[in-house]
C-alpha cells in the first residue's frame, strides 16, 4: 500500500488567528488531501483540497462568499489531476473517496469520480444533504460540492469493524478490513471530524486532519481564541482532540495536519 499528500492549494493567513499569540504575519496555510494505493480498496482518495469548483465558474453567492472569505490559491501542480497523473491514473479510476468531513476544502472536487463510492460518517452526510442551507453555510458545508447521486454511494464508516489502536488513539474503524486504515474519531472541528491511522505502515502515523492548523498550537498548547473558535462546532472536544494527538505525539507518533506548512514525509 502507498499513502502520499498533495497540496491543491496555499492560503496566507494572519499567524495570530490560527496560533494563540502568534505573530502578526502571514502563513502559508496548505490544503492537503491524500492518495491512496490499496491493493483491495483500489486507488483511494482522501478528501479532495480545493478544486476550481469552489473558486470558479456558476456557483452560489454564499460559496463565493465562502472562497473570497479564505482566498485560496489553487496550485496546478497539485490539483487533483496532476496528482493523478503523477500515479499514472484517471479520474474515473477512483474507487473511493474517505470524506474525513463536509467542509469545502474537503469536498471541493466530489463530483469528479463517477466511479467512487464514499467512506463518511452517515450522521454528517444526512445532517448536510437534509440539513438547511442556512445551518450547511454557517458550518461551510455546500450540497452544490455534492454528485447528484451522493446519497446512493455512501458507505458508513461507523459500520466497519472496531479496531482498537493500543495508544493514545482512541478506538476506530478499520475501513479496508485489514488494520491498513483505520478511521479514528477526532470530534470538536465539526461534530464528526475524523482522522485516519496508518499502523501498518513500515512508518506508521496519523492523518489529523483538521484537529488543529499548525503543528504547534497542538504542541505547545496554544489552540487559537475568537475568531478561529468561532468556526469549530466544539471547542471543548476541539480541545480533546488535540490532547489525544499531543499524548499521541509524546509518545513517538507522527502526525500529519491538512493546513500545517511544514513539509511532511509523505507529501509529495
Ligand atoms: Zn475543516
Known amino acids: 500500500m502507498k499513502v502520499a499528500f498533495a497540496n491543491s492549494a496555499t492560503m496566507p493567513t494572519l499567524e495570530r488567528l490560527i496560533l494563540r499569540k502568534g505573530r502578526w504575519r502571514k502563513v502559508p496555510l496548505c490544503v492537503r488531501y491524500?492518495?491512496?494505493?490499496?491493493?483491495?480498496?483500489?486507488?483511494?482518495?482522501i478528501d479532495t483540497g480545493y478544486t476550481p469548483e469552489t473558486?470558479?465558474?456558476?456557483?452560489?453567492?454564499?460559496?463565493?462568499?465562502?472562497?473570497?472569505?479564505?482566498?485560496?490559491?489553487?496550485l496546478p501542480d497539485g490539483q487533483i489531476v496532476s496528482t493523478l497523473q503523477k500515479f499514472g491514473l484517471m479520474a474515473d479510476d477512483i474507487k473511493h473517496v474517505i470524506i474525513t468531513h463536509f467542509h469545502a476544502d474537503h469536498i471541493s472536487g466530489l463530483r469528479r469520480f463517477r466511479?467512487?463510492?464514499?467512506?463518511?460518517?452517515?450522521?454528517?452526510?444526512?445532517?448536510?444533504?437534509?440539513?438547511?442551507?442556512?445551518?450547511?453555510?454557517?458550518?461551510?458545508s455546500f450540497k452544490e460540492l455534492l454528485p447528484d447521486d451522493f446519497a446512493e454511494r455512501l458507505i458508513d464508516l461507523k459500520a466497519q469493524p472496531r479496531f482498537e489502536t493500543g495508544n493514545a488513539l482512541p478506538d476506530g474503524?478499520?475501513?479496508?478490513?485489514?488494520?491498513?486504515?483505520?478511521?479514528?474519531?477526532?470530534?470538536?472541528h465539526t461534530h464528526s471530524h475524523f482522522g485516519i491511522y496508518f499502523p501498518t505502515l513500515e512508518r506508521p502515523f496519523l492523518y489529523a486532519t483538521d484537529?488543529?492548523?499548525?503543528?504547534?498550537?497542538?504542541?505547545?498548547?496554544?489552540?487559537?481564541g475568537f475568531p478561529s473558535s468561532f468556526a469549530?462546532?466544539?471547542?471543548?472536544?476541539a480541545a480533546a482532540a488535540a490532547d489525544i494527538v499531543r499524548q499521541y505525539v509524546c509518545a513517538g507518533g507522527e502526525v500529519v495536519l491538512c493546513h500545517d506548512p511544514k513539509q511532511t514525509a509523505w507529501d509529495i
Request: charge should be positive.
Open 34 to 45: 491524500g492518495i491512496v494505493l490499496h491493493p483491495e480498496l483500489g486507488p483511494t482518495l
Open 55 to 74: 473558486t470558479q465558474g456558476p456557483r452560489s453567492w454564499p460559496l463565493r462568499l465562502y472562497g473570497m472569505l479564505f482566498r485560496p490559491r489553487l
Open 115 to 140: 466511479n467512487a463510492r464514499f467512506y463518511v460518517d452517515q450522521d454528517a452526510a444526512q445532517s448536510v444533504l437534509a440539513g438547511p442551507r442556512f445551518a450547511n453555510i454557517r458550518h461551510g
Open 173 to 188: 474503524f478499520d475501513l479496508a478490513g485489514d488494520h491498513s486504515m483505520i478511521a479514528i474519531p477526532l470530534p470538536g
Open 211 to 224: 484537529v488543529q492548523w499548525l503543528t504547534s498550537a497542538i504542541m505547545d498548547d496554544r489552540l487559537p
Open 232 to 237: 469549530t462546532a466544539n471547542t471543548t472536544k
